[in-house]
């Protein structure tokens, strides 16, 4: 299973940019897709979830800014990401929860906003 992360970059504060995760495999065998991200000498965390049903989960910092939303057709999650903020700059995951038990992730996209 390969999960191809797409849409990082460098934008302004306040700026807006849409990740994109693509996976090989059909999404009927995924529970939840899911955003995480790392900076510097932080830990992994949590950025938004989505179920195959469609349920969302956001972290608290990112909510109301952040959108997650998922293409069964196309086997694809996607965030959208508005109002960015310095500390949003991370390296963001792709990670996908199989009904299975098995969790993958992607390798990761950068993300950075300048102040």
């Known amino acids: 299973v390969q999960l191809v992360e797409s849409g990082g970059g460098l934008v302004q504060t306040g700026g807006s940019l849409r990740l994109s995760c693509a996976a090989s495999?059909?999404?009927?065998?995924?529970?939840?897709m899911g955003w995480y991200r790392q900076a510097p000498g932080n830990e992994r965390e949590l950025v938004a979830s989505?179920?195959?049903?469609?349920?969302?989960n956001y972290a608290d910092s990112v909510k109301g800014r952040f959108t997650i939303s998922r293409d069964n057709a196309r086997n694809t999650v996607n965030l959208q990401m508005n109002s960015l903020k310095p500390e949003d700059t991370a390296v963001y995951y792709c990670?996908?929860?199989?009904?299975?038990?098995?969790?993958?992730w992607g390798k990761g996209i950068l993300a950075t906003v300048s102040s």
């Open positions: 495999v059909r999404f009927f065998g995924i529970n939840v």
């Open positions: 989505i179920t195959r049903g469609g349920s969302t």
């Open positions: 990670n996908a929860d199989f009904y299975n038990g098995m969790t993958y």
